[in-house]
Each structure stands twice: as structure tokens, then as C-alpha cells.
């Protein structure tokens, strides 16, 4: 069995070859023979460009098949590979890949009418200019642009600068790669070492500052394989990935579940009901994996029965309650064979998993049982049997870059996870998710951490202070409510709020709601007491 990825795709031309691999709609189709040669001549291209073995790749670019190519040439020229969110803002990115020390970078183009490029560099100037905070200093030697929305006609060239070094179209680069002879592309992907490094995913802390999780090559293939054994992929499935590839349920749960199972790999752009519905129609799609928003925009769309939907046979879905009905409604109105849930976070992805047969009170009730190697354990247990969740196994991060105090904060001395989530097992093992420890509540399928934007609502002029929480919401699953109490004198409105947001988090991090308060509640020893908030009613004005 293949414990490197780059091993992986190898085995994968050889045994499945001429057979779809990637089928991007109005892109490419690559065979996995094609895909593994598209990807040493991204490996070609970067190692021309001075990257090493043990550097860092990063990616900012949404689903397109130069992703896939970007990250798998990446990986085969011995680069540990850095995914970075598409719904961050400049200064989020730039904080990624300066700490991370990236020495190339893959970033789309104009994507969503925003050039990704400059708002790196306006980023950039203004954290020089911020008194109270240093630049990151990013360490690229080159600047790939990914081609993904036509640019203007009257677009200039993307000149060097001393900030982000070459800047290369996709084309210029992959001409790079004749500069490198196949047989050393090829050295150093067999090189590579199960426990190399091979990705580090970044994700909020609960201190509000971003922590990479440290996976190696080893670890992302067991998970894969795990993720595609529980859902019986093969190479006669068609795996439309609609969850971004920067996070793990689209590289690892995606990408590399395709790459060991055979599978053909679907991307979508930007997800969009119909467009969605279509594709699973003309390319007869097989697996649909999602969070649960994604089969209730689909079960509801006006336009369902005009779409043959009767290929869909998977679903993966969690991260969000999942409702019992709906559940019964995959299953009866789209035809699924199979749906299953499953539980994971980015320090151990695939955690626990259904498997097919489970009813749909376990599917949506709980989040299955151990999955990749890992055990799992509900400590202090309660009389209900509710506890804090705890994981360990082989397939643990190795840890959080650069962060050994973090590190030994969240992994302890016998090597168990705590994961800061509470839940209860089951006497069959299946594990359910009863609340958190930390505050971190889920929008749309994404974690979010109310000190991080509580950091950001606290540099808003007239702020004195800022509580955030989650609260329900019937399209995301929760949304955030921040809780704000003026500076003497100063007058705070929330269209200047959710504005002063929006320039500076991920769409999913801004509130949607603001409320103004002359006191927070406090604990004696000062804390903010976030219960009493959530107990306010929905209806309660700014």
C-alpha cells in the first residue's frame, strides 16, 4: 500500500490509467495518466523556480483543476502543501502565508470580481502601517496566478516587486518546467517519506489567532482511504466536490478519496443549487458529499423534478444538526442509497464515520463510530453519559506549527486529543455531539471563533467591548450575534458594524446581527457570561 501521495498518484496512472480522473466542467479531462503527468510538470515548474524539498507551497484559489495540479505538483516536488481559505481577506492570507513561510504561492487571478494578488499587497501596506503591529514578511520567490474569471481588457502585467517576488502566469510557469528534466521531478517524488509533512490546515483558535495543524503523508492517505472505505467508492463513482478543496473534507475527503479509490473528481466553482443539479444530470454523478444545507437547497429548488437526479447514490454530510426528516427525504426524494454522517475537525478529519446500512434515527442522530484508527473517549462521563469528547490514533496531527504550548494544550501526555466538544457514546459505539466547551459555533458548514472577531470588533472605533455568540438560523445552522458596549459618548450603528466587518473577516465570520448594551453580564471573576446572552430572545432590537 502506498504511504506517499506522490506514490499514490504514481500507483493511480498505473492501475486506472486511461480512465477519468478529473472532469472539470468547461475545463480539462484528465485521465489519471494525464493527471499524474500534468502533475510532475507542475513539480518540474516549481522545482525550476527554486522551490526545495521541506519548503512551503500555498494555495489561494478556489476548485478549478489547477488546485488539483498545483497541489499534487507540490507534493511531488517534496513541498509540504499550505491551503488557504478563499473566504479570507487579504490581511487573513497574508497572516497565513507570511507564518507559514511560504516560498511559492498559487493564487487565482480575478475570482468573485476581487484580484486576490492585490489585495495581498494592500494588505500588506496596511500592516505597515500599523503602529501596533509588525508585517509578516512573506518569503515567496514566486507568485503563480491562476487563471479563473476573464481579466479586464485594460489589466496591466503583473510586474516582480520586492514584496512577492516573480509573479508568473499559470502558462509562464508550466513553460518553466522544460527547464527541469523529467528524471529529477521524478527523484524527488520518490524522496518524499510517509512521515513527511505533507499539508499544514489552518484554523481558528479558540484565543482568536489562526494555529496550522501538521499533517504527514501517511496520516492524509489513511484518512482518505478511510473516508472512501466507509462510502464504498470506486472507479465507477462520479464524486461532485462541491466543499472547497483548502479544507479537509475537500482535499482529503476529496481529492486524495478520489485519487485511491479511482474515482472521477467533479469540482464545483462556486456552489449554486441548479448549477449543481445540472452537473449531477450530464455527468451522471454518484457521490454528492455536503453539509446539510446543500440537500436542502436541492430538495427545495423549484426546479428538482425537471432534473434527472436518479444517478446520486452517496451522501456524506455533518458539521450542522441533521434533522431526522431530511435525512428520510435524501433517502426517499434523490434517490440515495447510502447517507451517512460523519465527525472529524481539522487536527483529526475523519474521526468517526456511519457506515451503510445505519438507520436514519443513528445517520442523523449521531455521528457514527470510530473511523481511521481512532479511539475515542467521553471523560468526565456525566449520569446522562455526556463528557467531554477526547481522540487518539495514529492519524493525529503531529501538531501545531510553530505552537508547542498550543500543542500540549490540546493534545495531553498519553496523547489524547481533547477536542473542547461534548458528547455521549452509545453502547454500539456511535458517538453524538451534545455541545461545545469552547464557544466556536458553525456557520454554513464552517467553524467559527467568536475571539477572533471579537479581536477585530474591538479595533472599531467607539468599541469598548464585544461579545459574540451563535444563535440559530434556518439556512446556516447558527449565525453570530455580537453584543456591543459603546465608548462613553460614542454613538454605534450596526450598518457601520457589519461594514467594518466585512472589510476585514470572511464572509461567514460577520455577524448578522448586532446589539448594543450599556454593561456586559459578568462573573464575579469578570467573565463574560455568554449563557445569559444566548437566553435573550431573537426578537430582542438593537
Not at 57 to 67: G, Q, R
Not at 229 to 251: M, Q
Not at 303 to 324: E, F, I, Q, Y
Not at 447 to 462: F, H, K, S, T
Request: proline residues 7%; glycine residues 10%.
Amino acid at each position: 500500500m502506498e504511504l506517499t501521495i506522490p506514490a499514490a498518484l504514481a500507483r493511480g496512472a498505473r492501475q486506472f490509467g486511461g480512465e477519468p480522473a478529473l472532469a472539470e466542467p468547461g475545463g480539462p479531462r484528465l485521465s489519471y495518466r494525464e493527471l499524474h503527468d500534468r502533475a510532475a510538470t507542475v513539480s518540474r515548474a516549481l522545482i525550476a523556480a527554486g522551490v526545495a524539498p521541506g519548503d512551503r507551497v500555498a494555495i489561494w484559489s478556489p476548485n478549478t483543476h489547477h488546485w488539483v495540479l498545483a497541489a499534487l505538483g507540490a507534493l511531488g516536488a517534496g513541498a509540504t502543501l499550505v491551503p488557504v481559505s478563499t473566504r479570507f481577506t487579504g490581511p487573513e492570507a497574508l497572516d497565513i502565508i507570511g507564518r507559514s513561510r511560504a516560498r511559492a504561492l498559487f493564487v487565482a487571478g480575478r475570482f468573485l470580481g476581487t484580484d486576490r494578488l492585490g489585495t495581498l499587497r494592500t494588505a500588506l501596506s496596511l500592516a505597515n502601517e500599523e503602529v501596533d503591529q509588525a508585517a509578516p514578511g512573506p518569503h515567496l520567490g514566486v507568485v503563480v496566478r491562476i487563471p479563473v474569471e476573464p481579466e479586464p481588457a485594460d489589466a496591466a502585467g503583473h510586474p516582480a516587486d520586492q514584496e512577492f517576488g516573480r509573479v508568473l502566469d499559470w502558462a509562464e510557469f508550466e513553460q518553466a518546467a522544460g527547464r527541469v528534466p523529467a528524471e529529477v521531478a521524478a527523484a524527488c517524488a520518490a524522496g518524499v517519506r510517509p512521515e513527511q509533512v505533507s499539508d499544514i490546515m489552518f484554523t481558528s483558535g479558540t484565543t482568536g489567532r489562526s494555529k496550522g495543524a501538521m499533517s504527514t503523508h501517511r496520516q492524509a492517505l489513511a484518512v482518505a482511504r478511510a473516508w472512501a472505505e466507509c462510502g464504498a467508492l470506486t472507479s465507477a463513482d462520479r464524486y461532485l466536490v462541491v466543499n472547497p478543496f483548502f479544507h479537509n473534507f475537500g482535499f482529503k475527503a476529496g481529492i486524495l478519496a478520489c485519487l485511491v479509490s479511482g474515482a472521477t473528481l467533479v469540482p464545483q466553482l462556486v456552489y449554486d443549487p441548479e448549477r449543481a443539479m445540472r452537473l449531477v444530470e450530464s455527468e451522471r454523478i454518484t457521490v454528492l458529499p455536503g453539509p446539510p444545507t446543500i440537500y436542502q437547497t436541492i430538495l427545495d429548488h423549484p426546479g428538482r423534478a425537471d432534473v434527472d437526479l436518479s444517478s446520486l447514490r452517496l451522501a456524506v454530510t455533518g458539521a450542522a444538526v441533521v434533522p431526522v426528516a431530511l435525512i428520510e427525504r435524501m433517502r426517499r426524494e434523490l434517490t440515495f442509497d447510502t447517507v451517512l454522517t460523519a465527525y472529524g475537525l481539522t487536527e483529526a478529519v475523519v474521526a468517526t464515520m456511519c457506515r451503510p446500512g445505519d438507520d436514519p434515527v443513528t445517520v442523523a442522530a449521531t455521528s457514527g463510530r470510530a473511523a481511521a484508527g481512532f479511539e475515542v473517549r467521553v471523560v468526565p462521563a456525566g449520569p446522562d453519559g455526556t463528557g467531554e469528547i477526547l481522540l487518539r490514533g495514529p492519524n493525529l496531527m503531529l501538531g501545531y506549527l510553530d505552537d508547542p504550548a498550543a500543542t500540549k494544550a490540546a493534545i495531553d501526555a498519553d496523547g489524547w486529543l481533547h477536542t473542547g466538544d461534548v458528547g455521549r457514546l452509545d453502547a454500539a459505539g456511535n458517538l453524538t455531539i451534545t455541545d461545545r466547551l469552547t464557544d466556536m459555533y458553525i456557520c454554513g458548514g464552517f467553524n467559527v471563533y467568536p475571539a477572533e472577531v471579537e479581536q477585530v470588533l474591538a479595533r472599531l472605533d467607539g468599541v469598548a467591548e464585544a461579545a459574540v455568540i451563535g444563535v440559530p438560523d434556518p439556512r446556516l445552522g447558527e449565525v453570530g450575534r455580537a453584543y456591543l458596549v459603546p465608548r462613553p459618548g460614542q454613538e454605534l450603528d450596526e450598518a457601520q458594524v457589519l461594514a467594518f466587518c466585512r472589510e476585514r473577516l470572511a464572509n461567514y465570520k460577520v455577524p448578522r446581527q448586532v446589539r448594543l448594551r450599556p454593561v456586559l453580564p459578568r462573573n464575579p471573576s469578570g467573565k463574560v457570561l455568554k449563557r445569559l446572552l444566548r437566553e435573550e430572545p431573537d426578537d430582542h432590537g438593537a
